[in-house]
């Protein structure tokens, strides 16, 4: 199945609604038209999103191996602790589940809901412009993570919140959601890292630093070449699954290198540019303003991220980094905030045409598990 506009907005065109009127809402709280009405169309924006996610039939690239382990658990600890594929943390949480439903869309209903759910609270927490951040997450995260692997979305969000806890110096709490992220997704053990960031935000000249160093590192393969040799090291006296994944990723890694029907380098080419007009406009409003602790610890994540995605280019392990991306959904509505009336409109229509083309990326690598959107109501439609 080809792709273009035409289908996406036929075959798509759900996806395309629910982006615009997230652009829309973004746009009226940008010019303080939603005022106190944002929380109420952030809190309807979750339950679109979790009915969305929950009431999918065969929809998304992670349908077929996510419903076979459902409808395979079998209750007992044995079987349960033995399900190589799948973290101990998900199989478990499949398993909750069946003990009163043997209904996968029972299950979908209840991850989406615990997931979006977590993720709004932060965002209504942190964030002083919720609906771009809802925005930013549907355009960005949710087709091709949430839709991609349920079980990586949890990971990220417990994650988010783990890093917000971090900086308010509870490290206590911080460990105990890495860890509880650990559980859904071993990749997730990346965060540790952040315990050697300092609190301090980064100053630009670092930053271009930081980066270009990483671009000159990856762009040799030498990240890819040092985790293969690592796995292979590990795997001679560690025999647990964490070395078996970093093994199996290094040898097999061109194949699970998502396709988009774009040029490996012109796609990497596009993503950092992506990242980097977003940091001109970071750097923007750093250079206009006393940017606050939080937006500067949230500031220092992102780039932790995209030094990792410039570090890994290239092989599988670019994907750990989808760890750290995810606080762009905090950090794009925090230094909004600093911004004038007239800036907020101009990035914003930038992002309405740069957004729109990342959500065609996210269909176009599979289009015919997205489109059309199939939900319990209207199966067989595809």
Not at 69 to 96: K, P, R
């Amino acid at each position: 199945m080809g792709f273009d506009i035409g289908i996406l907005l036929s075959d798509g065109w759900l996806y395309v609604a629910i982006y615009l009127y997230l652009f829309v809402l973004a746009f009226l709280e940008s010019c303080k038209k939603l005022s106190t009405a944002k929380g109420v169309f952030a809190l309807i924006s979750m339950w679109i999103f979790s009915l969305f996610i929950g009431l999918r039939w065969e929809t998304g690239t992670d349908w077929t191996p996510y419903k076979e382990l459902f409808d395979s658990i079998e209750l007992d600890w044995t079987f349960l602790l033995n399900v190589y594929h799948f973290d101990v943390g998900y199989v478990l949480f499949n398993a909750l589940v069946r003990m009163f439903s043997d209904s996968y869309t029972v299950f979908l209903l209840i991850n989406s809901f615990v997931t979006i759910y977590v993720l709004y609270r932060l965002i209504r927490k942190l964030s002083p412009h919720p609906n771009l951040s809802w925005y930013l997450f549907f355009s960005a995260f949710m087709i091709a993570q949430f839709m991609g692997s349920n079980r990586r979305m949890m990971a990220m969000v417990f994650l988010l919140w783990g890093f917000y806890y971090l900086f308010d110096r509870q490290k206590l709490k911080y460990l105990l959601m890495v860890g509880l992220a650990f559980l859904f997704h071993r990749s997730a053990v990346i965060a540790l890292v952040l315990l050697f960031i300092p609190r301090e935000m980064f100053s630009r000249w670092s930053v271009v630093v930081m980066l270009f160093a990483a671009f000159i590192v990856g762009a040799a393969q030498l990240p890819a070449k040092g985790m293969e040799l690592l796995g292979n090291s590990l795997s001679g006296f560690l025999n647990i699954p964490l070395v078996d994944k970093m093994v199996y990723y290094s040898e097999t890694s061109d194949q699970h290198m998502v396709k988009t029907g774009v040029a490996a380098v012109i796609q990497i080419i596009l993503a950092v540019g992506k990242r980097s007009l977003f940091l001109l406009f970071y750097f923007y409003i750093i250079g206009r303003n006393k940017i606050d602790p939080l937006t500067g610890w949230l500031f220092n994540i992102y780039i932790i991220g995209f030094v990792g995605y410039l570090f890994f280019m290239g092989s599988f392990f670019y994907m750990l980094t989808a760890f750290f991306a995810i606080v762009e959904v905090l950090l794009v509505g925090r230094m909004f905030s600093y911004a004038k009336e007239r800036v907020k409109i101009g990035v914003l229509f930038f992002m309405l045409f740069y957004g729109l083309f990342q959500t065609m990326s996210s269909l176009s690598a599979y289009p015919d598990l997205y489109m059309p959107y199939q939900s319990i109501f209207n199966i067989g439609i595809r």
